[in-house]
């Protein structure tokens, strides 16, 4: 089942396509709502799989959408920078992770003679960023001139793999002169999912002061609708992506109140509860998950994380009917080849009466192979 235009390089199994506009240029491949019948059970998004945080959705209900927002968030500012511990001139807010990682990308490049290095086979907007903007892509630090510096993208933990990356940031930070990114994006479900008895929307990272930090806490808190994220640079920002340079270059009034409300409401007690009352829950969901889908012949790749990747129990010529069939039923998993990874999906744990609904849906294409 195909929704929309799709060009040759379509993806076959129906469920991803690959999108083309006049300008033929590729659009991004995501998971959630698509343009097909309404969802009933989404293995496909990373977001918190018990919803809507219910502090954080009161709070974004109540904001006056009748007025504009303070078009420079003076106080909102200041609040993430407490929260932070940092000084309020280390924050920069944006419309999304997405919109920040096009306006890193756009400033970045400006001086020329940049590039920006990242893993094609992590979240595709680094450099999809870079190739609609017309800046050079790095296959490797070694390939580019050491004298000439690079923005280095690090989603911290990885999307798709659930991979901690503290490695690779520590090894990038080594090199004068170039910046490196965190998108912090699921840092809070690593904690949560630890156990471990540390702020779950803080970096206590060794490095955390000498990396850029990406927060989009919409997927943490159940709420993917609302967009709204920030910035949190190092000590010493590069003057190519300070604060300055990062605020000018943004459009007038670049987050709404709705926004403005999300992040507020962020790194408050009162958000944080609610994630530690539920992170038992979801540890337990995915214990029973993992155990369930490989009980039913799925094969993983670990993943610490709430969601991972998976290889279904279905012949790859069966694929394009297993999606369709999944799709039709009300459910939908997020297929993995654009992060290359043919005949492997991502899901997010959920709970045992959806992957209940999962095996039932796979069961006349699995296959003992």
Known sequence: MAYGRADDRADPHGCALVMTGSSGLRAAVHGGTDAG????????????????????????????????????????????????????????????????????????????????????????????AARVLGVPIAAARSAWPATNPVLHWYCNPDNPSGAHRDDQVEAALQIRGDCVVADLAYWPFRVLLSDVTQPATLLTAAWADRVTQLWSPNKLYGMTGVRGAYLVLPTSADPRVN????????????????????????????????????????????ADQDRRLQDGGWRPEASPLHYG?????????????????????????????????????????????????????????????
């Open 243 to 286: 604060a300055d340079v990062l605020t000018d270059s943004a459009p007038s009034w670049v987050l709404g109140v709705d926004g403005v409300a999300l992040l507020q409401a962020h790194l408050t007690s009162q958000a944080a509860q609610f994630l530690r009352d539920t992170a038992p829950v979801l540890r337990n969901w995915k």
């Open 37 to 128: 019948p309404a969802i009933r059970i989404d293995f496909s998004t990373n977001a918190h799989p018990f919803g809507a945080n219910p502090f954080v959705r009161e709070a974004v209900e109540r904001a006056d959408r009748s007025r504009y927002p303070d078009p420079h968030y003076t106080s909102l500012r200041a609040e993430l920078a407490a929260g932070h511990g940092v000084a309020t001139e280390r924050i920069v807010v944006g419309a999304s992770a997405s919109e920040l990682i096009w306006r890193l990308t756009r400033c970045w490049s400006a001086s020329g003679s940049t590039a920006v290095l990242t893993d094609e086979r992590t979240f595709g907007e680094y450099l999809r």
């Open 309 to 369: 990747l998976w290889r279904p129990p279905v012949r790859p010529s069966e694929m394009p009917g297993w999606h369709a069939r999944l799709r039709e039923a009300g459910i939908k998993v997020r297929d993995a080849r654009s992060f290359g990874r043919p005949n492997w999906i991502r899901l997010v744990s959920r709970a045992p009466g959806d992957v209940t609904e999962l095996l039932t849906a796979t069961q006349p294409f699995r296959c003992n192979a």
